[in-house]
């Protein structure tokens, strides 16, 4: 898992033009919004987009389970995990 976790942490940085952040300044437990990295809602559906091209997954953008899902990296990388053994 820990190789997705850094390739979730290199495709933030690059979906997201981050570039004064490198893979090792994001902490895979912390919350990408809010007081964590501080993405916004315009964040939230660009990184969306990106996972779903990236690693062929759907994803509901209503749903309270995609929110959980994107509050870490690693909740991020425990989802994507679970729908690609799915």
Do not use: C, W
């Not at 033009?17 to 902490?27: A, G």
């Not at 990236?54 to 749903?63: C, F, G, T, V």
Request: no cysteine; net charge negative.
């Amino acid at each position: 898992m820990n190789t997705l976790i850094q390739e979730l942490k290199q495709l933030i940085i690059a979906s997201l033009d981050l570039e004064d952040i490198r893979p090792d300044d994001i902490d895979a437990r912390a919350p990408l919004f809010g007081d964590g990295l501080g993405l916004d809602s315009i964040d939230a559906l660009e990184l969306g987009v990106a996972i779903q091209k990236r690693y062929q997954i759907k994803l509901d953008a209503n749903s309270a389970d995609t929110r959980q899902h994107f509050y870490s990296v690693e909740n991020l990388a425990k989802f994507i995990q679970s729908q690609q053994h799915a």
